[in-house]
């Protein structure tokens, strides 16, 4: 009955959504997920769906400090459940990454950046084409901005 009830109430939060119902949504959603998270049965995908949901809405109403804790407990959960090495967890990092970036945040960007520089790198290798290639493209992405970003900065990882 779990399994239900969690699809009732991501659809309705997505049919709330959908319809430009933030505040609903959110109190939908703020008050569903720490129940949700409390469901060892509970899918990971519906939990990381009602989480971007979440953030998409606190984003599109300007509420960055809400989005940004939202990413960060986000983070949290899936390296409670899944190792701060792992997908899920830096894809989350990375994302959150990218908001600092995007609120020209460039501390807080870049120190974000180098966490997900270095969890690739342990995750895949330093030498590996996609651990490669974000590291170029990360670069590139600050210079663009008019940053300087050092993605290793004690040396490789």
Sequence with gaps: ???LLLNVKVNYAICLFKAGQAEPTV?????YLPELQEIPEAPIEG????????QTVYTGTGRHPEALASMTADWEYNCTRFGE??????TIINNRANYYFALQDWPKAKADHQEVLRYLCLLQGADHHETTGSVTAT?????QAGQSFEPFPNGKP
């Design 1 to 3: 009955i779990a399994k």
């Design 27 to 31: 109190k939908l959603l703020e008050a």
């Design 47 to 54: 939990i990381n769906m009602c989480r971007q949901i979440l």
């Design 85 to 90: 090495v792992s997908e899920p967890a830096i």
């Design 139 to 143: 670069v590139a992405m600050f210079k």
